[in-house]
């Protein structure tokens, strides 16, 4: 996996947990229990991670880079994917992680939000 610092980054945020669902077969990151990412492969069993992003900027990814795509078994205006081998750059990664668990923040109830303030 070319990103192996994501694990690292998103654990270090407030708030974030990580679980495996087995049925899934991937590793999904949450805050009181609400996904906003998880990582697993696609159907050839190329690794991805799946974000829950802000649409516009989910579609402006998708057309910048042909590694993010529609997000693999998932909404896809809410979520894209990212190809853990391709070549988007680690900022851009970083942004996109960011995004996610920032959209994921905001459609929380105001109490949870106050939580991690």
Request: overall charge neutral; charged content about 35%; hydrophobic content about 30%.
């Amino acid at each position: 996996m070319k990103y192996e610092w994501i694990d690292e980054y998103l654990l270090s945020k407030k708030g974030v947990e990580k679980d495996f669902k087995e049925e899934w077969g991937c590793f999904r990151y949450r805050i009181f229990d609400k996904m906003f990412a998880y990582v697993g492969g696609d159907k050839y069993g190329k690794p991805i991670i799946t974000m829950k992003i802000e649409p516009l900027y989910g579609d402006f990814l998708k057309k910048q880079y042909k590694d993010i795509v529609p997000g693999y078994y998932a909404n896809k205006t809410h979520w894209v994917s990212l190809y853990l081998e391709g070549n988007v750059d680690d900022e851009t990664v970083r942004q996109m992680l960011d995004n996610s668990y920032k959209t994921l923040i905001a459609s929380l109830p105001k109490k949870y939000q106050r939580e991690l303030e």
